[in-house]
């Protein structure tokens, strides 16, 4: 591992699953000739479409976990409980060892489990303790009062992977949690922004922005991937030190960046777009639901029709009427959802991300 910072050797890791394996082997590359100056290739978690392998040098890597050590208050130690072919477990491992220390690996290929992550917390060392989480795994952490009293003693816990529900995060604070919110990708070595404000080093852009100021989020700085394995003139790379990002976002008055969406998962319906992670933002203040995705199903008449699928949380029960007057009255009515689908859980891919196209597979008919 300590090869991928040193540049003495280059890496892709690919997952335990053999049949993704070979789609990434394939896709990605893996054991052709790569560029002396690279020491990573780190596959994408996108929704559609062939796999995508950002490239790293030692440069980029090392920049990333400098600057992230400076944010969070010095370098320390790390427990890893992400899958590690995934950037945002990567970079837990890399951020130690460039840290100096040797982290802990949390065995997760069977689950998560509260308890276990708690002991592995507690028997950390370094002088600074640092793990990251998806918002799927810092939900179980907050229901165990063991776990949740080891996290409290961290330095820090950075969630990632998905955006953190604004009641999730409310009920974090609440508890003590040293939670850190972070926006990143594969391109970008994993997370460049920190509760909305960039990592030294990294600028934040929007093109094509709205009156109310929301376009399309084009980050910089010394983290930023060269471009993807075996595709030179990628345009999300078109512009050099620059990443494209699919996000759509807008940066207030102070610098801090928010993220509304993405604008390849839009929906169109009746003529008029609708920003998905804006009406679960609505939706989830409820308290009957602990987890929701918004998602565009044909509809004949409107194109795309809104349709909300919640998890509940178990303090009282879904009401649907109750979920589109709280849109309509936030929002719209446009943007009210036409239907509200209870799932004992959402589909996730990736580093805890939610599967938009399976559910869109799953409930088009």
């Known amino acids: 591992m300590s090869a991928i910072l040193d540049g003495s050797a280059a890496f892709a890791p690919v997952p335990d699953d053999p049949r993704t394996t070979q789609t990434l082997h394939d896709a990605l590359g893996i054991d052709d000739p790569i560029d002396d100056d690279l020491s990573l290739v780190i596959s994408t978690s996108g929704t559609t479409g062939t796999p995508k392998g950002a490239q790293h040098t030692p ?23 992400l899958a590690p072919h995934h950037v945002a477990g990567l970079q837990v491992l890399l951020r130690a060892l460039a840290s100096g220390y040797t982290p802990t690996v949390l065995d997760v290929t069977g689950g998560f489990d509260p308890d276990a992550f708690a002991g592995a917390l507690e028997a950390l060392d370094g002088p600074r303790r640092y793990t ?48 850190v919110r972070t926006y990143g990708m594969s391109e970008t070595a994993g997370g460049c922004v920190y509760d909305g404000v960039p990592l030294d080093g990294v600028t934040i852009r929007i093109d094509d922005a709205t009156p109310e100021g929301i376009g399309r989020v084009i980050l910089s700085g010394p983290m930023i991937a060269h471009g993807y394995r075996n595709r030179p003139d990628h345009p999300a790379f078109a512009e050099p030190g620059c990443f494209r990002t699919d996000d759509l976002g807008r940066v207030d008055d102070d610098g801090v960046l928010s993220i509304v969406g993405r604008a390849d998962e839009a929906i169109s319906s009746g003529g008029l777009t609708i920003v998905p992670q804006v009406v679960e933002t609505a939706i989830l203040d409820d308290p009957a639901v602990a987890e929701c995705a918004v998602v565009g199903l044909p509809d004949d008449r409107l194109g795309e029709k809104v349709v909300a699928f919640v998890v509940p949380s178990g303090t009282g029960g879904i009401d649907a009427e109750r979920i589109r007057a709280a849109v309509t009255e936030r929002l719209d009515r446009y ?18 991300k939610v599967d938009r196209r399976a559910l869109r597979a799953g409930y088009s008919s």
């Open 132 to 179: 990251s989480l998806v918002p799927t795994q810092l939900i179980k952490v907050l229901d165990s009062p063991r776990a949740t009293a080891a996290l409290r003693t961290a330095d820090a816990l950075l969630v990632g992977g998905a955006a953190t529900p604004v009641p999730l995060l409310r009920r974090s604070i609440d508890a003590g949690l040293p939670i």
């Open 335 to 352: 943007a009210a959802p036409r239907e509200v689908i209870e799932l004992t859980e959402l589909p996730l891919r990736g580093p805890g």
């Open 59 to 81: 440069h980029s890597l090392t920049a990333s976990a400098g600057a992230t050590a400076t944010r969070l208050g010095g370098p320390g130690n790390w427990l890893l409980a």
